[in-house]
């Protein structure tokens, strides 16, 4: 048996009220054509909150603080034979304007009315978009057959696994 092994990243599902703001990959990225999330890999020994504000400066030259990022949703996703764990961070706060800083990957910056994103939108945020909205924090499964699934987080009455109330 191999050990199992999925690369770590992170997706920003920057609100502006009811917006989400979708970058159209281009270039040799992966899902070149396509609409996506701002997106990118968890670097070694970093951790996900950071990677998160790393990519918001590298990608789109925006200053987010960590407290402002909330769990919109993770999500589990295979492309051919790689796995991927993907965190989806909710913002509605930062500082600066958005912009395009890697134009070698991305076309454009637009944004869209969260319930009405274009087509055709990358199967990756497709999937944390769909669990984002359907169940907010919730994890979403898209590993193939029968589909994307989702389950739904912890609630806050669940009980403490150290026995205390």
């Not at 990243?9 to 703001?21: A, F, M, S, T």
């Not at 991305?106 to 169940?135: E, I, K, N, Q």
């Not at 009455?157 to 109330?165: E, H, T, V």
Request: aromatic share 6%.
């Amino acid at each position: 048996m191999t050990a199992a092994s999925a690369d770590l990243d992170v997706h920003l599902i920057l609100r502006r009220g009811e917006d989400v703001l979708l970058g159209l990959r281009s270039g040799t990225a992966h899902g070149s054509g396509e609409w996506a999330l701002p997106c990118g890999k968890v670097d070694p020994g970093e951790s996900v909150l950071d990677a998160a504000v790393r990519e918001a400066h590298e990608e789109l030259g925006i200053t987010l603080a960590p407290a402002d990022l909330v769990v919109g949703q993770t999500v589990h996703a295979r492309h051919g034979t790689t796995d991927h764990l993907g965190v989806f961070f909710e913002a509605r706060t930062w500082t600066g304007t958005p912009t395009n800083r890697e134009p070698g990957k991305c076309a454009g910056l637009r944004w869209f009315p969260l319930g009405g994103t274009p087509a055709p939108l990358m199967d990756y945020s497709a999937a944390g978009l769909r669990g984002y909205l359907a169940v907010p924090g919730g994890l979403s499964v898209f590993v193939g057959a029968p589909g994307p699934r989702t389950i739904g987080p912890a609630t806050a009455a669940a009980p403490r696994l150290d026995g205390r109330p």
